[in-house]
C-alpha cells in the first residue's frame, strides 16, 4: 500500500468526493485508510462504566484505499505515486515513494 500515516490525501469518489484531510490509521489487511474529517458518521454508544454518559458520537470510518489518491501540495492536485530504488556510494539499496508525474520524491527525510 503506497499511502502511509501522515499523507495528506484527496478522496477520488463516494460523498466526500474532493476533500483533503490526513491519514490518521492505515488498516493494511482490509486495504483501508481513516482520514480525518472524512467519512464522519455518527455512532451510538450504550453507557459503560468507562463512558457513563454514552450519547451520539461522531467519528470517522475507514475508506477504502482505491477512493483516495496521495495529494501533492505543490501542484495542488491528487497524483499517482510510484517507487523508486536508489543506490548508495557504500551500496546500500533504498526504496522511496515518487511522484510519477514529476518525478519527484515525496517521502520526508527522518532525522535519527
Do not use: C, F, W
Not at 4 to 15: E, F, H, L, P
Not at 21 to 42: C, R, S, W
Not at 102 to 110: H, L, N
Request: net charge positive; glycine share 8%.
Amino acid at each position: 500500500m503506497k499511502i502511509r500515516v501522515g499523507d495528506t490525501v484527496q478522496v477520488i469518489a463516494g460523498k466526500d468526493k474532493g476533500k483533503t484531510g490526513e491519514v490518521l490509521q492505515v488498516l493494511a489487511k482490509q486495504d483501508k485508510v481513516i482520514v480525518e474529517g472524512i467519512n464522519v458518521v455518527t455512532k451510538h454508544v450504550k453507557p459503560s462504566q468507562a463512558d457513563p454518559e454514552g450519547g451520539i458520537v461522531t467519528r470517522e470510518a475507514p475508506i477504502h484505499v482505491s477512493n483516495v489518491a496521495y495529494y501533492d501540495s505543490k501542484a495542488k492536485a491528487a497524483v499517482k505515486l510510484g517507487y523508486k530504488v536508489t543506490v548508495d556510494a557504500d551500496g546500500k539499496k533504498t526504496k522511496v515513494r515518487i511522484n510519477k508525474k514529476t518525478g519527484a520524491e515525496v517521502d520526508k527525510k527522518k532525522k535519527k
